[in-house]
């Protein structure tokens, strides 16, 4: 893994998050939340979210800018101690199941029964933040073809003044803006 990419997004994480005298403490954990978040991006089985060389790092970074919003990478949330939307939602994504269940279908999503092979609780997704980041990853992609944007994902229905939708992927947009990558996807491979 290429660990520029992993400095880049964990410095990014810092600032999103936390005061400068809790980094080094966070630090070791956000390089952790960084490699699963990359491992996700870059995953052959997955489609990312945009196009062109450097598409799985954009997705990358905006998988954390949601999480920078939805959790601010809180391990109480993370682990399901805490949980947004009155106990509906899960992990660091903040995916909103109750408890419902799902399963990855193709490039989106789909409800599923509790019995099911795949399915995936909350508690599946508070266990495994790779679970986590490939359900908010399917999440978003099905936002971004209804939508065309992140407000089917932050509010449940697609609107062009989503406040939510809109911060998220300024703050993934933005820290691509102010601080170039130096590389393409193809040297940030495993």
Same mark, same amino acid.
């Given at each position: 893994?290429?660990?520029?990419? =992993? ?15 809790? !980094? ?5 954990? +956000? #390089?952790? =939340? ?15 979210? /945009? ?14 800018? =949601?999480?920078? +919003? ?15 939307? !009155? &106990? ?6 903040? =995916? ?21 092979? &795949? ?13 986590? /980041? ?9 936002? +971004?073809?209804?939508? &065309?944007?992140?407000?089917?994902? #932050? ?11 809109? +911060?998220?992927?300024?703050?993934? #947009? ?7 990558? #130096? ?8």
């Amino acid at each position: 893994m290429n660990t520029r990419l =992993i400095v880049w997004l964990v410095s990014a994480m810092l600032r999103w998050t936390l005061p400068e005298a809790q !980094h080094e403490a966070a630090g070791a954990r +956000y #390089t952790e =939340i960084a490699q699963d978040a990359v491992t996700v991006a870059f995953t052959a089985e997955e489609s990312p979210l /945009f196009k062109g060389p450097l598409g799985r790092t954009k997705t990358a970074t905006l998988l954390l800018a =949601i999480a920078s +919003y939805e959790s601010s990478f809180r391990q109480d949330v993370e682990e399901g101690r805490k949980r947004g939307d !009155h &106990g509906q939602s899960w992990c660091l994504m903040q =995916i909103n199941l109750g408890r419902a269940r799902v399963r990855l279908d193709g490039d989106g999503w789909a409800w599923a029964k509790a019995d099911e092979e &795949g399915a995936l609780s909350g508690e599946d997704l508070a266990a495994d933040r790779k679970a986590c /980041f490939r359900m908010a990853l399917h999440f978003a992609r099905v936002s +971004y073809r209804a939508c &065309g944007d992140l407000s089917l994902y #932050t509010s449940g229905s697609c609107s062009k003044t989503e406040k939510a939708a809109k +911060y998220r992927a300024f703050r993934a #947009t933005e820290l691509l803006r102010r601080n170039p990558v #130096t590389w393409v996807d193809a040297d940030a491979l495993f």
